[in-house]
């Protein structure tokens, strides 16, 4: 039976954390809708390198929620196949923003516009790929610290990698189901955590031991479909007849990217007047295009001049990260 500690409707984009009641069992539950649609709206990727980007956000969503910390989570891939580099970040408010580098030299322009299938995902990281986990909070006192996991991407999923890297950094019994459409992108993590004496190999409770394999097999069950489309209820209460689930209050994820159109009239002010009015005449405008979520600022003739009269010049001046 499934507990929900909340009131109202159910957000479109939203991570919620569950346990199960009396047992050293936890988890999180992430589905993402706008935040999704919103991250890759200037990103043309062939279907499989999109479905692997929105499983690594919604990856990157459901490590920062079981984690305690002020600052941002970037879940980065480095390979030798067809995705080159693959970056998702989480903030520990749950802002979230994500890129893939996809090399079209890699094979012909259908290959890769098929379902993420293990054999596909294989092709796309490559054989000599690695994944990183790196955690950088800023901390109370101002002086921020960097945490960083890196594993080698030798399984056939995302997410039989990302719990290798639990299993190896953690020593936490973990499972995670990842999931994207073009509409939605979801996820589910389940672990098993330490009981008294530290312990998480079940020695110390068979009681404990059989509601995390029921948990298991709860997990095993549920479909893609199911994970994208059904309430996080439904969801939770496939294969959990038998335990009690406390579902608690959600947080809500939105997409944020640091670019904006200020970040960008600063670049252009630094590279000068005469610079960007030269571009101007060879290309009629200027158009700056941020690295990570592939967003274009283009610049007219009239735009540009505005921007270098001296009454439009800001106080402080910022640049595009």
């Excluded at 039976?1 to 999180?28: K, N």
């Excluded at 499972?175 to 459409?181: D, E, P, S």
């Excluded at 672990?191 to 190999?201: A, V």
């Excluded at 960007?276 to 001049?305: H, K, M, N, S, W």
């Amino acid at each position: 039976m499934v507990t929900d500690m909340t009131q109202g409707t159910q957000a479109s984009d939203e991570v919620r954390r569950f346990i199960i009641e009396h047992h050293p069992v936890r988890g999180h539950w992430v589905r993402l809708e706008s935040a999704w649609t919103q991250l890759r709206a200037h990103q043309e990727l062939p279907r499989a390198v999109r479905e692997l980007l929105g499983q690594a956000v919604s990856a990157s969503v459901l490590l920062a929620a079981s984690l305690k910390f002020d600052g941002e989570l970037t879940l980065q891939l480095h390979g030798d196949g067809a995705v080159r580099l693959l970056v998702a970040q989480c903030t520990n408010d749950f802002r979230v923003r994500g890129v893939a580098r996809f090399d079209e030299s890699a094979g012909t322009p259908g290959d890769f516009d098929v379902p993420l299938t293990p054999g596909i995902f294989r092709r796309l990281v490559g054989n000599d790929s690695r994944f990183a986990v790196t955690v950088e909070s800023s901390g109370t006192t101002g002086r921020g610290a960097r945490y960083q996991g890196i594993v080698p991407l030798t399984g056939s999923s995302l997410a039989e990698c990302l719990e290798a890297y639990f299993a190896s950094s953690e020593q936490l019994p973990t499972r995670i189901r990842l999931v994207a459409g073009d509409e939605r992108a979801a996820g589910l993590l389940l672990q098993r955590m330490p009981e008294e004496g530290g312990r998480t190999d079940g020695t110390d409770g068979s009681h404990a031991q059989s509601a995390w394999e029921d948990a298991e097999r709860a997990v095993d069950v549920i479909t893609a479909e199911q994970l994208l489309a059904e309430s996080v209820e439904t969801v939770l209460s496939h294969g959990c007849d038998t335990r009690d689930l406390r579902l608690f209050s959600g947080d809500a994820v939105r997409f944020s990217c640091r670019c904006n159109e200020g970040r960008v009239a600063g670049l252009l002010r630094a590279l000068g007047a005469e610079e960007v009015r030269r571009l101007v005449r060879e290309q009629g405008a200027v158009t700056i295009t941020c690295e990570f979520c592939q967003r274009p600022y283009r610049f007219d003739a009239a735009e540009v001049e505005r921007l270098f009269d001296p009454a439009n010049a800001p106080e402080n001046r910022s640049t595009l990260h």
